[in-house]
């Protein structure tokens, strides 16, 4: 249903337009009872190719019509001769142009010329070439003429260099031609393929034999570093010609852009008090299935993996317990290993005399997590980058484009080092794109987290504190496994999340003066001790369920939260809590 | 124009004007204009925009539902005797092959006839809003008529008898399939190969491979992905964290389909539903989506238009009342994001699949 502009017309007009509606109407419907009556006796003949004609001119979306004719043509192919066939099928292309003009976005036209192209004894490829010109001309953005196109290219064989030839010419002429960037991306890893690396994999899923393919646009480190320069260079001049179009800043984005990590086991941890170990992934995988072996002092172990909290089926956390005794004896070392058959990696991790607990892992540095949104293949290109980016800046301080782009250059090349310049231009960002303003709080939050993780692992503690920081949602959970003290007080958290539960070393919660009314992630969590929800918005008893799983509670305060207000809430608690001996009302 | 009518326009244009709703959805299911015609071929998905549509708003009540129920089920392409044409299942969009009128068994085989996947999508939508049991759909014939259209490169015909493939249909596929609680109509394995195949350079889905970004086509993955239940296994933290980017900047004052393209009434559902999805739409600006949304509403008439002061149609009205239930307008009712029926709807469905649970366990001999 295309937008139609109201036109204002008089009562005289309208009058006059309904009787010629109302023939018009006529018409049509004999048309199509007597093509349908044709059809079904099986009669494929010219009077039935003009009547699908007539109709077809009217409404080409009526899809059977086209298959009709579909039929009617592949009939007539097999009783003329080559010469005739090829008269009619470029008397079918004129018709479908003109059934084009009245309506250039009909997947039936361009789903039918498709069809004749292929079919034709002697195709134009150039003819086709330039009615895809002429549309887009028209419309740049009709992406049926464009996927047309590509149809074309492949058929006649045009060589890609000349498609990228094509694509520089629009682009030279226009720069804000999303479309023309979008088929360059996917001319441009044909053209010039990058090193071999191993394809970014995403198996994760129930049968190892049906991984999923990498997604075409997964080639991103897949172009040459040579053409990748150049291309840098043409990108940035288009966002400096117009800084507001997105068309360049999306590709250029790309083309900073890097491939998946590698799906590894990114830490390893035992206790011996839990007698458990808890395993986190590079990314969420399913380990219900099987797949993840546990090997302890040289012996497979029968181990049941779980994911931390029932809600997930893929996490990047899994847990087991082993047999009551086989580590608990702190004058025993123990040594294992953890094999992630999926993807033939594994990590060992020593348990040693006197030793409660231990583990073995990447750290965020050591992976450069936090980088990884970008390229780092040499940091020398990357400087040179935010350099441009930033001229940019001084010219046009209120363009969004620019600031989002200095941040993801500023985040890959050192996250804490640009902390302050980052918040500025967040806030600045904030203020000229107030429409997505919640978001880049949002995504100013994951940063900042981002920033005392790293803060946390070069000090090597195992304390995540991160208040008055308005975080509004947690994230990277996976890489707190370890911590056993965490500060989120004075933010403006809603919940702790199910994905909580994968802090699975946590001790201390404090959480004071957020807005927290559901602790879902607060869920079987061996150590944890103490929690502290001061002036939250938890309201009923049932908001208060999940922490009944945690054995070893001894501590909670409550204090300047509506449930404090229901009636018997001691009592209920001492039966909810009963190992919670210190309770703040 | 006088100033006060300036004004009175401006007052009336921040109201939601309920009522012209409900009465624009009434006259779509008496009669439409001529200029619909060629939409004749799938005249049940209107139906669908109308009694859905009516559904948010609360207003079922002025549907004569058996009537409606009735029709429906007879664009059911039924087994004829010995069941040939059962790849041939599903519904019809209209009577316009001319198969005699039926809502029971057997069926007249036809060689044109058969189901159409996005008729057949919304042809049980509008059955589960109606209420109706499901209990007359032929579900071993809407499960073979679904199969045979799947493609090796895993998405979907609209009908046998050949068409466009693309993202669309696998989407009606999954959600057919969600609705009969039954997966055996197509290869998840291979539409979710599609899906990934479909993703773009900038992070968001097109037709197919190597086509460009769309927040229709968006949807339809994410959707499909959603109801298949696979979402955190076909896309990881990353392209899902750059794909809730890429939809985010959909949103200029309401939302567009594209980058460069105009703002248009139906991308308030369709990128405002995948951010649901994708658990971020709290972080778009409410205000101003709806401030859009109602610019593009008719005073006169009802329903909503792609654009302000342009024409409304059934699915632009429909789909802007769905963008306004997503931010919370008041007494509009809430949208299953991944179905695109009202919660109330989907309750109903699950009511229903709960029953055919039991009973299939309490069948002796079964398993």
């Known amino acids: 249903m295309h937008g139609r502009v109201k036109v204002k017309t008089t009562a005289q007009q309208e009058e006059e337009k309904k009787k010629e509606?109302?023939?018009?109407?006529?018409?049509?419907?004999?048309?199509?009872?007597?093509?349908?009556?044709?059809?079904?006796?099986?009669?494929?003949?010219?009077?039935?190719?003009?009547?699908?004609?007539?109709?077809?001119?009217?409404?080409?979306?009526?899809?059977?019509?086209?298959?009709?004719?579909?039929?009617?043509?592949?009939?007539?192919?097999?009783?003329?001769?080559?010469?005739?066939?090829?008269?009619?099928?470029?008397?079918?292309?004129?018709?479908?142009?003109?059934?084009?003009?009245?309506?250039?976005?009909?997947?039936?036209?361009?789903?039918?010329?498709?069809?004749?192209?292929?079919?034709?004894?002697?195709?134009?490829?150039?003819?086709?070439?330039?009615?895809?010109?002429?549309?887009?001309?028209?419309?740049?953005?009709?992406?049926?003429?464009?996927?047309?196109?590509?149809?074309?290219?492949?058929?006649?064989?045009?060589?890609?260099?000349?498609?990228?030839?094509?694509?520089?010419?629009?682009?030279?002429?226009?720069?804000?031609?999303?479309?023309?960037?979008?088929?360059?991306?996917?001319?441009?890893?044909?053209?010039?393929?990058?090193?071999?690396?191993?394809?970014?994999?995403?198996?994760?899923?129930d049968p190892p034999h049906s991984c999923s393919p990498p997604s075409p646009q997964a080639h991103f480190h897949r172009v040459c570093e040579e053409q990748l320069l150049k291309e840098y260079e043409l990108v940035q001049n288009a966002f400096f010609t117009d800084p507001n179009d997105q068309s360049a800043w999306f590709y250029y984005r790309w083309l900073l852009g890097r491939a998946e990590r590698e799906e590894v086991i990114s830490c390893a941890y035992v206790s011996r008090e839990q007698e458990r170990v808890a395993v986190a992934f590079s990314r969420p995988v399913n380990a219900q299935s099987g797949g993840l072996l546990l090997v302890l002092d040289g012996q497979p172990q029968r181990a049941e993996w779980r994911s931390v909290h029932p809600h997930f089926k893929h996490s990047p956390v899994w847990i087991c317990d082993l047999p009551p005794g086989t580590i608990s004896d702190v004058a025993n070392e123990h040594n294992l290993t953890v094999h992630w058959t999926e993807k033939h990696t594994h990590r060992d991790c020593a348990l040693y005399t006197g030793r409660s607990e231990s583990w073995c892992r990447d750290t965020a540095t050591d992976l450069e997590l936090f980088r990884s949104e970008l390229s780092v293949e040499k940091t020398s290109v990357l400087q040179s980058e935010l350099q441009s980016v930033n001229q940019l800046q001084e010219l046009e301080p209120l363009n969004k484009w620019c600031l989002l782009t200095i941040i993801l250059l500023m985040r890959a090349l050192d996250p804490l080092g640009y902390e302050k310049e980052t918040l500025a231009h967040f806030q600045t960002l904030k203020e000229v794109d107030s429409v997505r303003s919640a978001y880049y709080s949002d995504l100013c939050s994951k940063f900042m987290i981002e920033n005392t993780i790293l803060k946390m692992e070069y000090a090597e503690v195992r304390v995540f504190s991160i208040s008055d920081r308005n975080l509004t949602t947690l994230c990277h959970l996976d890489q707190l496994l370890l911590v056993t003290h965490i500060n989120l007080s004075s933010n403006q958290l809603r919940r702790l999340p199910p994905q909580f539960a994968m802090l699975q070393c946590l001790e201390v919660v404090e959480a004071d003066n957020n807005s927290i009314e559901n602790l879902e992630g607060v869920y079987h969590l061996p150590k944890l001790e103490e929690v502290s929800l001061k002036n939250n918005k938890i309201s009923t008893l049932a908001d208060l369920q999940p922490l009944a799983s945690c054995p070893k509670l001894r501590r909670l305060d409550l204090r300047g939260n509506p449930v404090t207000q229901t009636a018997n809430v001691e009592s209920e608690l001492a039966e909810l809590l009963p190992s919670v001996a210190d309770l703040l009302l | 124009m006088a100033e006060e009518e300036n004004q009175f326009e401006e007052f009336e244009q921040i109201d939601f004007l309920r009522d012209r709703h409900v009465r624009f959805f009434q006259r779509t299911l008496q009669v439409l204009p001529e200029r619909y015609a060629s939409l004749e071929t799938t005249r049940l998905s209107i139906l669908f925009f109308a009694l859905s549509g009516l559904d948010v708003l609360d207003a079922l009540e002025v549907v004569d539902s058996k009537v409606m129920i009735e029709w429906i089920y007879s664009q059911q392409v039924l087994p004829t005797q010995d069941k040939s044409n059962l790849n041939r299942g599903g519904f019809r969009g209209s009577a316009h092959i001319g198969i005699p009128y039926s809502t029971k068994g057997p069926g007249v085989l036809h060689p044109y006839d058969s189901g159409h996947v996005a008729m057949t999508y919304t042809g049980l939508c509008s059955l589960l809003i109606l209420g109706d049991d499901l209990s007359r759909v032929n579900k071993e014939a809407v499960l073979a008529g679904l199969k045979v259209l799947q493609l090796e490169d895993g998405s979907f015909y609209a009908v046998p008898e050949g068409s466009e493939n693309d993202i669309r249909f696998i989407y009606c596929a999954a959600s057919i399939c969600y609705m009969l609680d039954d997966w055996s109509g197509m290869d998840i394995q291979k539409a979710i190969d599609y899906i990934r195949g479909s993703l773009s350079y900038d992070n968001a889905f097109g037709q197919g491979a190597g086509r460009e970004s769309h927040g229709g086509w968006t949807y339809c993955a994410i959707a499909s992905l959603c109801l298949m239940g696979r979402l955190d296994e076909a896309l990881s933290p990353r392209e899902l964290n750059r794909i809730r980017r890429w939809c985010i900047m959909r949103q200029q004052s309401g939302f567009h389909g594209r980058p460069n393209k105009p703002v248009d009434t139906c991308y308030s559902f369709w990128v405002g539903a995948t951010l649901e999805l994708l658990d971020v739409f709290q972080f778009t600006h409410f205000e101003k989506n709806r401030s859009f949304i109602l610019s593009t509403q008719d005073r006169l008439v009802g329903g909503f238009a792609k654009w302000p002061d342009s024409h409304p149609d059934p699915l632009h009205a429909y789909l802007g009342l769905c963008g306004l239930s997503l931010i919370g307008e008041p007494d509009l009712k809430k949208v299953h994001p991944a179905l695109n029926i009202t919660q109330r709807a989907f309750q109903h469905l699950q009511q229903l699949q709960q029953t055919w649970r039991d009973n299939a366990g309490s069948c002796v001999g079964q398993q």
């Open chain 1, 21 to 205: 509606r109302e023939k018009k109407l006529k018409v049509y419907v004999a048309a199509r009872d007597a093509c349908f009556s044709k059809r079904k006796d099986g009669v494929l003949d010219d009077e039935a190719l003009q009547l699908t004609q007539q109709l077809l001119s009217a409404n080409p979306d009526f899809a059977t019509l086209w298959n009709y004719r579909r039929e009617i043509l592949t009939h007539l192919e097999t009783v003329k001769d080559e010469d005739e066939a090829q008269k009619i099928y470029e008397a079918e292309l004129s018709f479908l142009e003109s059934c084009l003009k009245v309506n250039p976005k009909s997947y039936g036209s361009w789903h039918h010329r498709g069809w004749v192209s292929a079919r034709l004894p002697r195709p134009d490829w150039a003819r086709e070439l330039s009615l895809c010109d002429r549309c887009l001309s028209l419309d740049d953005r009709n992406f049926h003429c464009w996927d047309y196109r590509r149809m074309v290219v492949k058929m006649s064989g045009v060589p890609v260099k000349q498609e990228l030839e094509f694509t520089d010419r629009l682009i030279g002429s226009n720069f804000s031609n999303y479309s023309s960037w979008h088929y360059r991306s996917t001319l441009l890893p044909l053209l010039h393929p990058g090193s071999p690396e191993p394809p970014p994999s995403r198996c994760g899923g």
